[in-house]
C-alpha cells in the first residue's frame, strides 16, 4: 500500500547512544516531516523538508539532526541519546508545504534508559 | 504565538450518544482547521478540515465539524457513537497556504473512551 513507511517500530537506547530513525513515502511528495509525540503535549515539529534539499527547525530541533537523503527519504538521527528523548516519533509527508493534507507513518516508539 | 487548545483530556460517552470535542484555537489570521484520528498504535488520519466557504464540514466515518469565528472554536461531532470511534483525537491549525512556512500546529488531543 501507499503511504509512509518508518523503521524501526521500537526501539530501547542506553543513554548517550545514536540512532537513525527511517522514513520513507512512494507518493511523490515534496515535503516531509518529523513530529514527536508525549503524553498531553499533543505532537511537535522537531525538523521539516519543505523540498529535496531543503531542511529547517521545528519547535523542538534540539538534540536532533535531519538528513533529506533523496525525495522519497528523511531520516532522523539522535547523536547523543537522552532520557527526555523518549518518545514516540512520526515521519509525515504531504505534496507541497502549505499542503495539509499529511500523510503519517505508523511510528517508532523510542525509549531511552 | 499560534495555539490550539483542546480542553478536555478525556472523553468517556456511551455506546449509540452523541459525541461533541472542543477545540480552541489563537491566530491572528482566518486559519485552516483540521480534525485527525489517532488509533491505539497507529499513525493519524484525517478526519476532515475547513479552508473557507460552509462553516458546518463533514467528514468520514460520520463526523462533522463546525467552525464559529466569534468563539474561534472548531469543535467535532458525531450524532450516534460506535465503540470503532475509541480513539485520540487532534484538533490541528495551519495558515493560509497563501502564507509561506505555514506548518501544522496540534493541539494536546482527546482520549475518546466508549461503554458499551
Known amino acids: 500500500n501507499a503511504g509512509v513507511t518508518q523503521t524501526p517500530k521500537f526501539q530501547v537506547l542506553k543513554t548517550g547512544q545514536s540512532m537513525t530513525l527511517q522514513c520513507a513515502q512512494d507518493?511523490?511528495?515534496?515535503?516531509m516531516y518529523w513530529y514527536r509525540q508525549d503524553p498531553g503535549m499533543g505532537l511537535r515539529l522537531i525538523y521539516y523538508?519543505?523540498?529535496?534539499?531543503?531542511?529547517d527547525k521545528g519547535e523542538v530541533p534540539n538534540g536532533y539532526n535531519v538528513s533529506r537523503l533523496n525525495k522519497r527519504e528523511f531520516s532522523l538521527r539522535l547523536e547523543s541519546a537522552a532520557p527526555s528523548q523518549t518518545s514516540v516519533y512520526f515521519c509525515?509527508?504531504?505534496?507541497?508545504?502549505?499542503?495539509?493534507?499529511?500523510?503519517f507513518g505508523s511510528g517508532t516508539r523510542l525509549t531511552v534508559v | 504565538a499560534q495555539s490550539v487548545t483542546q480542553p478536555d483530556i478525556h472523553i468517556t460517552v456511551s455506546e449509540g450518544a452523541s459525541l461533541e470535542l472542543r477545540c480552541n484555537y489563537s491566530?491572528?489570521?482566518?486559519?485552516?482547521l483540521f480534525w485527525y484520528v489517532q488509533s491505539p498504535g497507529q499513525g493519524l488520519q484525517l478526519l476532515l478540515k475547513?479552508?473557507?466557504?460552509?462553516?458546518l464540514v463533514q467528514g468520514i466515518k460520520g463526523f462533522e465539524a463546525e467552525f464559529k469565528r466569534s468563539q474561534s472554536s472548531f469543535n467535532l461531532r458525531k450524532p450516534s457513537v460506535h465503540w470503532s470511534d475509541a480513539a485520540e483525537y487532534f484538533c490541528?491549525?495551519?495558515?493560509?497556504?497563501?502564507?509561506?512556512?505555514?506548518?501544522?500546529?496540534f493541539g494536546q488531543g482527546t482520549e475518546l473512551s466508549v461503554k458499551p
Open positions: 490541528a491549525v495551519g495558515p493560509s497556504i497563501y502564507n509561506q512556512g505555514g506548518k501544522l500546529i
Open positions: 475547513y479552508f473557507s466557504g460552509d462553516t
Open positions: 491566530y491572528g489570521a482566518t486559519p485552516y
Open positions: 507518493m511523490n511528495h515534496n515535503s
Open positions: 509525515a509527508s504531504s505534496r507541497n508545504q502549505g499542503d495539509y493534507g499529511y500523510t
Open positions: 523538508s519543505a523540498s529535496e534539499g531543503t531542511t
